[in-house]
């Protein structure tokens, strides 16, 4: 089964989201390496269009495959692993 990834956006209202999820399921460990990248990009990609600054230090979690939080006024961003079968990474802007 190949890589994926998915995006979850949770909301009481319909008018804003409250949390973003960006998922990367790594089903093929040969080709982590790439998802890695991608699920880099779409990050990047995900917080210019939240309005946000990526923070410093994300994409080097992501890369060393370390779990990552940062906390401003108005949001935070967490990078947290499962594992189970699967190896899943989920990066969750959300507001405060």
Known sequence: ????????????????????KLVLNVNNKA???QAVNKFNDLADA?????????PKGLK???????VFAFDADTYFVTLELEKNK??????????K
């Open 1 to 20: 089964m190949a890589n994926n990834f998915a995006y979850y956006l949770d909301s009481d209202n319909e008018n804003y989201v409250k949390t973003l």
């Open 31 to 33: 080709q982590k390496k």
């Open 46 to 54: 995900t917080c210019k269009n939240a309005g946000i600054e990526v």
């Open 60 to 66: 080097d979690a992501l890369k060393k495959s370390k």
């Open 86 to 95: 699967i190896e899943t990474w989920i990066m969750t802007i959300g507001t």
